[in-house]
Protein backbone atom coordinates (compact mmCIF):
# COMPACT_ATOMS: atom_id res chain seq x y z
CA UNK A 1 0.00 0.00 0.00
CA UNK A 2 3.03 2.64 0.34
CA UNK A 3 3.93 2.33 -3.02
CA UNK A 4 0.49 3.07 -4.35
CA UNK A 5 -0.16 5.43 -1.50
CA UNK A 6 3.07 8.11 -2.75
CA UNK A 7 2.25 7.39 -6.68
CA UNK A 8 -1.22 8.61 -6.42
CA UNK A 9 -0.75 11.21 -3.60
CA UNK A 10 2.04 12.74 -6.20
CA UNK A 11 -0.65 12.26 -8.94
CA UNK A 12 -2.94 14.02 -7.35
CA UNK A 13 -1.11 16.85 -5.96
CA UNK A 14 1.07 17.11 -9.31
CA UNK A 15 -1.72 17.29 -11.37
CA UNK A 16 -2.90 20.30 -9.70
CA UNK A 17 -0.93 22.53 -11.64
CA UNK A 18 -2.49 21.13 -15.21
CA UNK A 19 -6.00 21.53 -13.54
CA UNK A 20 -5.14 25.32 -12.62
CA UNK A 21 -3.18 26.05 -15.83
CA UNK A 22 -6.47 24.38 -17.86
CA UNK A 23 -9.35 26.44 -16.09
CA UNK A 24 -7.32 29.89 -16.38
CA UNK A 25 -7.09 28.66 -20.28
CA UNK A 26 -10.78 28.14 -20.85
CA UNK A 27 -11.54 30.92 -18.93
CA UNK A 28 -9.38 33.17 -20.59
CA UNK A 29 -10.93 31.93 -24.14
CA UNK A 30 -14.21 31.84 -23.15
CA UNK A 31 -13.95 35.35 -21.68
CA UNK A 32 -12.28 36.86 -24.96
CA UNK A 33 -14.74 35.30 -26.82
CA UNK A 34 -18.41 36.04 -24.88
CA UNK A 35 -18.45 39.30 -26.86
CA UNK A 36 -17.44 38.01 -30.46
CA UNK A 37 -20.58 36.96 -32.02
CA UNK A 38 -19.83 33.32 -31.65
CA UNK A 39 -21.92 30.74 -30.67
CA UNK A 40 -20.02 28.53 -28.21
CA UNK A 41 -18.76 24.90 -30.18
CA UNK A 42 -20.34 22.56 -27.70
CA UNK A 43 -16.52 21.09 -27.28
CA UNK A 44 -14.02 23.46 -27.12
CA UNK A 45 -11.17 21.81 -26.36
CA UNK A 46 -10.23 24.07 -23.66
CA UNK A 47 -12.97 23.68 -21.81
CA UNK A 48 -13.27 20.06 -22.57
CA UNK A 49 -9.82 19.17 -21.08
CA UNK A 50 -10.13 21.24 -18.19
CA UNK A 51 -13.21 19.31 -17.35
CA UNK A 52 -11.43 15.83 -17.68
CA UNK A 53 -8.60 16.96 -15.69
CA UNK A 54 -10.92 17.63 -12.58
CA UNK A 55 -12.76 14.59 -13.32
CA UNK A 56 -9.53 12.92 -13.18
CA UNK A 57 -8.78 14.66 -10.04
CA UNK A 58 -11.79 13.57 -8.54
CA UNK A 59 -11.08 9.90 -9.17
CA UNK A 60 -7.70 9.73 -7.84
CA UNK A 61 -8.83 11.99 -4.92
CA UNK A 62 -11.54 9.45 -4.37
CA UNK A 63 -9.25 6.61 -3.95
CA UNK A 64 -7.07 8.57 -1.08
CA UNK A 65 -10.27 9.71 0.74
CA UNK A 66 -11.78 6.09 0.66
CA UNK A 67 -8.59 3.92 0.83
CA UNK A 68 -4.98 5.38 0.84
CA UNK A 69 -4.43 8.47 3.20
CA UNK A 70 -4.03 8.72 6.75
CA UNK A 71 -5.56 12.23 6.76
CA UNK A 72 -8.81 10.69 6.26
CA UNK A 73 -10.37 9.32 9.36
CA UNK A 74 -14.70 8.76 10.06
CA UNK A 75 -14.21 8.40 13.85
CA UNK A 76 -12.32 9.85 16.46
CA UNK A 77 -12.13 13.11 17.00
CA UNK A 78 -11.93 14.85 13.34
CA UNK A 79 -12.64 18.13 13.69
CA UNK A 80 -10.70 19.08 16.73
CA UNK A 81 -7.48 18.14 14.27
CA UNK A 82 -6.96 20.78 11.70
CA UNK A 83 -5.10 18.57 9.37
CA UNK A 84 -7.86 15.48 9.66
CA UNK A 85 -10.78 18.43 9.64
CA UNK A 86 -9.17 19.64 6.51
CA UNK A 87 -8.98 16.73 4.44
CA UNK A 88 -11.79 14.97 5.58
CA UNK A 89 -14.54 17.81 5.62
CA UNK A 90 -13.27 20.99 4.15
CA UNK A 91 -10.84 19.80 0.98
CA UNK A 92 -13.40 17.13 0.29
CA UNK A 93 -16.49 19.70 0.28
CA UNK A 94 -14.77 22.57 -1.92
CA UNK A 95 -13.64 20.31 -4.65
CA UNK A 96 -17.18 18.03 -4.99
CA UNK A 97 -18.49 21.51 -5.06
CA UNK A 98 -16.32 22.82 -7.59
CA UNK A 99 -16.18 19.67 -9.85
CA UNK A 100 -20.34 19.79 -9.63
CA UNK A 101 -20.07 23.51 -10.94
CA UNK A 102 -17.64 22.77 -13.80
CA UNK A 103 -19.72 20.19 -14.92
CA UNK A 104 -22.94 21.88 -14.81
CA UNK A 105 -21.29 25.13 -16.92
CA UNK A 106 -20.01 22.74 -19.22
CA UNK A 107 -22.98 20.38 -20.18
CA UNK A 108 -25.24 23.89 -20.06
CA UNK A 109 -22.75 25.43 -22.92
CA UNK A 110 -23.11 22.96 -24.96
CA UNK A 111 -26.90 23.35 -25.60
CA UNK A 112 -26.64 27.41 -25.65
CA UNK A 113 -27.29 27.46 -29.24
CA UNK A 114 -27.64 31.26 -29.19
CA UNK A 115 -24.64 33.77 -29.97
CA UNK A 116 -21.78 34.52 -26.94
CA UNK A 117 -23.97 32.39 -24.70
CA UNK A 118 -22.35 29.29 -23.59
CA UNK A 119 -19.03 31.27 -23.40
CA UNK A 120 -20.45 33.43 -21.05
CA UNK A 121 -21.66 30.03 -19.02
CA UNK A 122 -18.09 28.51 -19.54
CA UNK A 123 -16.56 31.89 -17.90
CA UNK A 124 -19.14 32.38 -15.00
CA UNK A 125 -19.05 28.46 -13.71
CA UNK A 126 -15.43 27.80 -14.78
CA UNK A 127 -14.29 31.36 -12.13
CA UNK A 128 -16.63 30.07 -9.33
CA UNK A 129 -15.04 26.51 -9.41
CA UNK A 130 -11.26 27.51 -10.05
CA UNK A 131 -12.26 30.19 -6.79
CA UNK A 132 -13.46 27.59 -5.07
CA UNK A 133 -10.36 24.46 -5.75
CA UNK A 134 -7.70 27.52 -5.35
CA UNK A 135 -9.77 28.43 -1.78
CA UNK A 136 -9.40 24.22 -0.99
CA UNK A 137 -5.84 23.58 -1.96
CA UNK A 138 -3.76 22.93 1.25
CA UNK A 139 -1.16 25.01 -0.27
CA UNK A 140 2.35 25.33 1.76
CA UNK A 141 1.62 28.54 3.37
CA UNK A 142 -1.61 26.98 4.97
CA UNK A 143 -0.79 26.19 8.40
CA UNK A 144 -0.95 22.70 9.77
CA UNK A 145 -1.81 21.01 6.71
CA UNK A 146 1.92 20.26 4.99
CA UNK A 147 0.81 20.44 2.02
CA UNK A 148 3.91 20.72 -0.50
CA UNK A 149 4.03 22.47 -3.86
CA UNK A 150 3.54 19.19 -6.31
C1 LIG B 1 -9.72 19.85 -8.71
C2 LIG B 1 -9.78 19.05 -7.69
C3 LIG B 1 -8.68 18.79 -6.72
C4 LIG B 1 -7.45 19.37 -6.58
C5 LIG B 1 -6.81 20.48 -7.43
C6 LIG B 1 -6.80 18.73 -5.45
C7 LIG B 1 -5.53 19.05 -4.98
C8 LIG B 1 -4.92 18.44 -3.91
C9 LIG B 1 -3.61 18.78 -3.41
C10 LIG B 1 -2.71 19.86 -4.00
C11 LIG B 1 -3.35 17.98 -2.34
C12 LIG B 1 -2.07 17.99 -1.44
C13 LIG B 1 -1.12 16.93 -1.86
C14 LIG B 1 0.21 17.07 -1.15
O1 LIG B 1 0.61 18.18 -0.81
O2 LIG B 1 0.85 16.04 -0.97
C15 LIG B 1 -4.49 17.12 -2.15
C16 LIG B 1 -4.61 16.15 -1.19
C17 LIG B 1 -5.70 15.33 -1.01
N1 LIG B 1 -6.85 15.34 -1.77
FE1 LIG B 1 -7.27 16.56 -3.32
N2 LIG B 1 -7.66 17.79 -4.92
C18 LIG B 1 -8.81 17.80 -5.66
C19 LIG B 1 -9.94 17.03 -5.46
C20 LIG B 1 -10.07 16.07 -4.47
C21 LIG B 1 -11.26 15.29 -4.23
C22 LIG B 1 -12.57 15.41 -5.02
C23 LIG B 1 -10.98 14.46 -3.18
C24 LIG B 1 -11.82 13.42 -2.50
C25 LIG B 1 -12.79 12.76 -3.07
C26 LIG B 1 -9.62 14.72 -2.75
C27 LIG B 1 -8.97 14.08 -1.72
C28 LIG B 1 -7.71 14.38 -1.26
C29 LIG B 1 -7.06 13.74 -0.14
C30 LIG B 1 -7.68 12.62 0.72
C31 LIG B 1 -5.82 14.31 0.03
C32 LIG B 1 -4.76 13.98 1.10
C33 LIG B 1 -3.75 13.06 0.50
C34 LIG B 1 -2.67 12.69 1.46
O3 LIG B 1 -2.83 11.69 2.19
O4 LIG B 1 -1.63 13.37 1.47
N3 LIG B 1 -9.10 15.72 -3.57
N4 LIG B 1 -5.44 17.42 -3.11
Known amino acids: MGVLYTAVQ ?4 GLRWVVLILLIAAIGRALSRRKGGTVYPGKDKLALFGLISV ?3 LL ?3 ALYLWLSPYVRFEGDIMGDPQLRFYTVEHFAGMIIAIILITI ?7 QAELNKGWKTIALFYSIGLLIILLSIPWPWREGLMGGWF
Do not use: E, M, N, T
Open 55 to 57: HIQ
Open 10 to 13: HAHS
Open 60 to 62: LGL
Open 105 to 111: GYSRAKR
